[in-house]
């Protein structure tokens, strides 16, 4: 089992910049995917980026890329999400996934694309205008 726990949420304006963190821990795999899902009110989660631990790959949504980076630090088994020029539209709760992946798998692409059963408890982010 392994437990992920969200923070870094936060209110910003328009233009702002937040960081969200993902720590994972319990029995996690030196090999897994990680992504960042939003949900807005009234609308289905989406991804938004992804990564995949053993190389570094990453992936993201035509929505963020440019202003959004994921990166990890294995180390602290710790997965970041940078927001930058943040949108009132990117308001939302987000929430990051986790799951341990075959190696021939892994690629931030496959990543971005599976279904996750590891979530966390999600943080929320309010851009205002």
């Known amino acids: 089992q392994v437990q992920l726990v969200e923070s870094g949420g936060g209110s910003v304006q328009a233009g702002g910049s937040l960081r969200l963190s993902c720590a994972a821990s319990?029995?996690?795999?030196?090999?897994?995917?990680m992504g960042w899902f939003r949900q807005a009110p009234g609308k289905e989660r989406t991804g938004i980026a992804a990564?995949?631990?053993?190389?570094?790959?990453?992936y993201y949504a035509d929505s963020v890329k440019g202003r959004f980076t994921i990166s990890q630090d294995n180390n602290k088994n710790t997965v970041y999400l940078q927001m930058n020029s943040l949108k009132p539209e990117d308001t939302a709760m987000y929430y990051c996934?986790?799951?341990?992946?075959?190696?021939?798998?892994?690629?931030?692409?496959?990543?971005?694309?599976?279904?996750?059963?590891?979530w966390g408890q999600g943080t929320q982010v309010t851009v205002s205008s």
């Open positions: 996934a986790e799951d341990p992946v075959m190696a021939y798998l892994g690629s931030g692409g496959y990543c971005y694309s599976r279904q996750y059963n590891n």
């Open positions: 319990g029995n996690t795999s030196s090999r897994n995917c």
């Open positions: 990564i995949y631990s053993g190389s570094g790959s990453t």
